[in-house]
């Protein structure tokens, strides 16, 4: 059984910095990509997962959305299995609830929320102006 954990939201001010943290467990589950999404506030979770971020695991190439691009950085522990998320110059916009995605096999379209299979349960993001 695949666990993902999410860590490291909370209430900061605009201009502030998050990291964030996802820890898959499972003890052979070897993530091939993992990613960050956001749910914002007032629309449909089922309609609305924007993708900010993932990494593959083997090349580490990165991916970015541009409203996030220059600001947030994702890094990745492969020993740990675990995913990061470096938050700087937060806006009001970026208020959301970030969601970890994980996939053990392979993933071609890192921002398509049907290439993941595991999901965390979600931490709150709140920026104040």
């Known amino acids: 059984q695949v666990q993902l954990v999410e860590s490291g939201g909370g209430l900061v001010q605009a201009g502030d910095s998050l990291r964030l943290s996802c820890a898959a467990s499972?003890?052979?589950?070897?993530?091939?990509?993992m990613g960050w999404s956001r749910q914002i506030p007032g629309k449909e979770r089922e309609f609305v997962r924007e993708?900010?971020?993932?990494?593959?695991?083997?090349?580490?190439?990165?991916y970015y959305a541009d409203s996030v691009k220059g600001r947030f950085t994702i890094s990745r522990d492969n020993a740990e299995n675990t995913v990061y998320l470096q938050m700087d110059s937060l806006t009001p916009e970026d208020t959301a609830v970030y969601y970890c995605?994980?996939?053990?096999?392979?993933?071609?379209?890192?921002?398509?929320?049907?290439?993941?299979?595991?999901w965390g349960q979600g931490t709150q993001v709140t920026v104040s102006s």
């Open positions: 995605a994980a996939e053990s096999g392979t993933v071609y379209a890192p921002f398509s929320p049907d290439e993941y299979s595991y």
């Open positions: 499972g003890r052979t589950f070897k993530a091939a990509a």
């Open positions: 993708f900010v971020a993932a990494i593959r695991r083997s090349s580490g190439i990165t």
